[in-house]
């Protein structure tokens, strides 16, 4: 499948600060999915993306998908320890095979 | 409330044995669910999809002999670990499409040991 690179792999912030993390592709994505697993925890999925500079937010996060569909970034504003956690990226291969490539995700840990 | 559960959470078990562990989409028939695995720190890979009645489809480097995988019934997908050794202890997460939401659920996961 298409692979889906994620940067950073770690990103520690101080509470209060913001923090982004980023997925590329070299080839155009049909979609692009976030997902966030807490410490000990399974996958929970976010949001997807479909359409080309598409930008959807929820509270604090701000989901952006690229002009050319090659690449996607999550921005939280303000970060709060209930942040802290594994955000991963991930492309569905679509039709009827729901098939997803996951990034290797960026894991956030915040400081109090 | 969850709609894909999975059974057991955790499991320790000793070299050479065989564990299965059970998927099941609680308020939706699935007819193809997935297998993933996630070592520490590391992202989630693809391990297999479940076709119901049908044989799953094995991803490039997974041994079909050594990860029997069984979708007998539309709620219910199997994925058993035979003879396991310790390089297979993992978290072990399936998730299940649902046709008519247009969603796909993951379970809550398994955690296996071999010691």
């Known amino acids: 499948g298409q692979q889906v690179m994620q940067i950073p792999q770690y990103q520690h912030v101080q509470e209060g600060e913001d923090f982004t993390t980023y997925c590329n592709s070299s080839?155009?994505?049909?979609?692009i999915q976030w997902y966030k697993q807490r410490p000990g925890g399974h996958p929970v999925f976010l949001i997807q993306?479909?359409?080309?500079?598409e930008v959807k937010k929820q509270k604090r996060l701000t989901f952006q998908f690229g002009e050319a569909k090659k690449n996607s970034s999550l921005h939280i504003t303000a970060t709060q320890t209930t942040d802290v956690g594994t955000y991963f990226c991930?492309?569905?291969?679509?039709?009827?095979?729901?098939?997803?490539?996951f990034g290797k995700g960026t894991l956030l840990t915040v400081n109090p | 409330g969850a709609v894909v559960s999975q059974h057991p959470s955790r499991v320790i078990c000793k070299s050479g044995t065989s564990v299965k562990i059970e998927c099941r989409s609680l308020d939706f028939q699935a007819t193809t669910m997935f297998w993933y695995r996630q070592f520490p720190k590391q992202s989630l890979m693809l391990m297999a999809t479940?076709?119901?009645?049908?044989?799953?489809?094995?991803e490039q480097g997974v041994e079909k002999d050594k990860f029997l995988i069984n979708h007998a019934s539309l709620t219910l997908s199997t994925l058993t670990v035979t003879s396991a050794h310790p390089e297979d202890s993992s978290f072990y997460i399936c998730t299940a499409w649902d046709n008519n939401q247009e969603t796909q659920y993951f379970g809550p996961g398994t955690r296996l040991l071999v010691l």
């Open positions: 080839t155009t994505l049909s979609n």
């Open positions: 993306l479909v359409k080309s500079g």
């Open positions: 991930a492309h569905n291969s679509g039709g009827s095979n729901y098939k997803l490539t």
């Open positions: 479940s076709n119901e009645g049908s044989k799953a489809t094995y």
